[in-house]
């Protein structure tokens, strides 16, 4: 009989089951558990978008308790579920379960080719299939074939493990250890952080034995962020090389933000800083890159404040570069005029708790 009439029932039918299928393999590319994405390049964009994270300002459908489009945030994945656990910001809400066909980003989605979803031919690791060391002999020492064993081809090579350089692996290793005793280490800072306010609060001095404590923890946190640096700039390398068409915003946007805002403030000052006939308000070029760097630091404040979190490190970044290009003398005036307010600020507006943390907590 053909295919059905359009709005019919049966055509109705038919749409929604392809929709369905469109959706089941974009979750699978997605979650990379196809073997082979180039035979579907008829069936699927060119670019695909990127699953939502942890952390993502979120517009959910929401049913029960309330109907209706609410904003939350991601809380956590389920790819079993092809759902997301979001935490509304609506009080009263509290945290749900939502579809991943009923949840849209606040921010405009990330794509990916569908070419980077290609599974890629990983090399033959010589650690995986051991094979015994040929005898030394003079005749195989310069042989450029059969001189070398397998094992000894890799350790000059460098090492491989599982397909992967095993420098890369100890690298990645190592990251995920700082990275767990980092995130110890702030849980007690933000329990003592707490504990200290409460003694302030009820004007009660502060032991020394606190003190210490505190200093040792201070200390130890910023040798972990050297070493998180170090490393995270070896991992950062290591993946430019095994995929260099694919971008890394997380470790790039730094760069980028901090360069983008000072050419903004730049711009806003020279124009700002011309009379009608051309002459300059200000001439000492001193206090003119002083007040370019303090807008870029404005501008970088308002961006942190539109739900991107990897910003608050520019903000840092920028208040030390400013910080270290004061005289002695005045770096005591930014300190408590600039920089305080500005990290009451940025702490604010940041997803850990504020300086009210320590009265909302239970005091045992």
């Not at 800083?273 to 760097?293: C, D, H, P, W």
Request: hydrophobic residues 40%; proline residues 7%; charged residues 25%.
């Amino acid at each position: 009989m053909g295919k059905p009439r359009r709005c019919s029932e049966a055509f109705f039918r038919e749409e929604r089951a392809a929709l369905s299928e469109r959706r089941a393999l974009l979750r699978e590319v997605q979650q990379r558990k196809l073997a082979d994405v180039n035979v579907l390049k008829d069936r699927l964009p060119d670019e695909i978008p990127m699953p939502l994270v942890v952390g993502t300002k979120v517009t959910a459908r929401l049913r029960r308790p309330h109907d209706g489009l609410f904003t939350g945030c991601v809380e956590a994945v389920d790819p079993l579920d092809s759902s997301y656990r979001v935490v509304f910001d609506r009080a009263g809400l509290g945290t749900h379960s939502v579809p991943d066909v009923e949840i849209m980003s606040c921010e405009p989605p990330e794509y990916l080719p569908l070419s980077a979803f290609a599974p890629r031919p990983r090399p033959a690791s010589a650690f995986l299939t051991p094979q015994k060391a040929l005898p030394s002999s003079p005749q195989l020492t310069n042989d450029p074939i059969l001189g070398a064993t397998p094992l000894s081809a890799a350790s000059a090579a460098g090492g491989m493990v599982g397909g992967y350089p095993t420098r890369f692996l100890v690298l990645v290793t190592r990251l995920s250890k700082i990275l767990g005793v980092k995130r110890d280490c702030v849980r007690q800072l933000r329990e003592m952080n707490s504990q200290a306010e409460r003694m302030h609060s009820y004007e009660q001095s502060i032991p020394l034995e606190f003190q210490r404590r505190y200093a040792l923890l201070v200390l130890e946190l910023e040798k972990l962020n050297v070493d998180l640096t170090e490393y995270l700039n070896g991992v950062k390398e290591y993946c430019s090389k095994v995929a260099p068409e694919q971008p890394l915003p997380g470790l790039e946007w730094d760069t980028a933000l901090v360069r983008r805002s000072y050419e903004d403030a730049r711009r806003i000052v020279d124009r700002m800083n011309t009379y009608s006939s051309g002459a300059k308000m200000v001439t000492s070029e001193r206090i003119r890159e002083l007040i370019t760097r303090l807008g870029a630091l404005m501008l970088q404040v308002k961006a942190y404040a539109e739900s991107r979190p990897m910003e608050a490190r520019a903000v840092h970044d920028t208040l030390e570069a400013i910080r270290e290009s004061l005289e002695p003398a005045n770096k005591e005036c930014f300190a408590d005029h600039v920089e305080l307010h500005l990290q009451h600020i940025v702490a604010g507006m940041g997803p850990a708790p504020g300086n009210l943390a320590a009265f909302r907590a239970s005091i045992e």
